[in-house]
Nanobody, 124 residues
Framework: QLRLVESGGGLVQSGGSLTLSCAAS????????IAWFRQVPGKGREVVSC????????DFFGSGKGRFAASRDNFRSMAYLHMNNLNPEDTGDYYC?????????????????WGQGTQVTVSS
């Protein structure tokens, strides 16, 4: 069974940092594109980052560029999103998503499986 479980969300003050974790099971993490999405009430899921299979590099999208970083531990089947200098606009539910074929996509429709999400709230 392909499964992703996020953790690490919470309340943080503006300017603070937070690291989200994504635990993978049922598949080889190194053979899987892992993306992070953010969703706020009333809006669709927006891609934050996507880590490619081909070279392991991560693309960042939107306001996270320059502030966020991604990493993974293939041995432990864990993926991480490191968020720095957070601001209230980063508030939302964060999801990790995976796909085992194709390439990184900004569209949430392209991803095969999802975690349940973890909530991040940044106070001003």
């Amino acid at each position: 069974q392909l499964r992703l479980v996020e953790s690490g969300g919470g309340l943080v003050q503006s300017g603070g940092s937070l690291t989200l974790s994504c635990a993978a099971s049922g598949f080889r993490l190194q053979d899987t594109i892992i993306a992070w999405f953010r969703q706020v009430p009333g809006k669709g899921r927006e891609v934050v980052s996507c880590t490619r299979i081909t070279d392991g590099r991560t693309d960042f999208f939107g306001s996270g560029k320059g502030r966020f970083a991604a990493s993974r531990d293939n041995f432990r089947s864990m993926a991480y999103l490191h968020m720095n200098n957070l601001n209230p606009e980063d508030t939302g539910d964060y999801y990790c998503a995976g796909e085992t074929y194709g390439s990184c996509s900004e569209s949430s429709d392209e991803y095969q499986f999802w975690g349940q999400g973890t909530q991040v709230t940044v106070s001003s």
